[in-house]
């Protein structure tokens, strides 16, 4: 299995993408999965999901808000004690800030975008690399977003806080691996699941039209022609924390189904 015997952290739980990333966690053998999200009941349902596949993976729940750094620290700690170790971490958490123009955005918004998808990151990420370095490695996959290399107008604080994630995870993984430890980021295009499903139910609303013809309208301009899953991003997430990436750091993985070819 991709992740037999390793614990996965994975911040960022809830419907989409967070409780996918646990699920295939604990399907592909990881000895723990350790889950943090700031509301209690995504973690519940995150281990229910899990429960559903008939899995007995044991799951640390962990109600977190990565904008605050004792509250990182707190996890790690929680899942060193009860694991003795932490082989994986997932970054997922995010807050996608105001859609709005730059030239009259609410930079008090960008500040609070910040403090979770940079600051919150790095809080997490610093709390987990003592413990990376004690037993001789690890390996961190940063969930980042096309909106950085395709932009999107209107998604300003969000996609200039990924765009500094982007900075951040290319120094850390030239500083960590001396240590063993591989830092990696996933670009995540367009995803179906609840997320874009409510996404796209109000803008249907909004345009007097169906999910449907949105959703197809979104697939014409991917290549493979169909939205891709939660799920099948989830799998390549995972991939850059799998030993099958054993070489690779400082890499971004474009998951979009070809909407964006980098050069």
Partial sequence: MLLAGKVVVVSGIGPGLGIE?????????????????????????AEAAIRERGLTT???????DIADAEQCRRLVTAADDAFGRI??????????????PIATADLDDWRRTFDVNVF????????????????????????NSMVTRKPVPWQSGYAVSKSALTTA??????????????????YMGWMWGPPVESYLREAAVRQGTTVEALAAEVAKNIPLGRIPDDAECAKAALFLVSDYASVVTGAALDVNGGEFLPR
């Fill in 58 to 64: 044991p799951v640390l729940k962990m109600p977190t």
């Fill in 87 to 100: 082989d994986a971490l997932v970054n997922s958490a995010y807050v996608p800030g105001r859609f709005e």
């Fill in 169 to 186: 995870t290319a120094l850390l993984a030239l500083e960590l691996a001396p240590h063993g430890i591989r830092v990696n980021s996933a």
């Fill in 21 to 45: 990333l646990a699920l295939l966690a604990a399907a592909e053998g990881a000895t723990g999965v350790v889950i943090a999200a700031r509301t209690p009941a995504k973690l519940d349902d």
């Fill in 120 to 143: 919150g990151t790095m809080h997490l990420t610093q709390a987990v690399i003592p413990v990376m370095k004690r037993q001789g490695g690890g390996a961190i996959v940063m969930i």
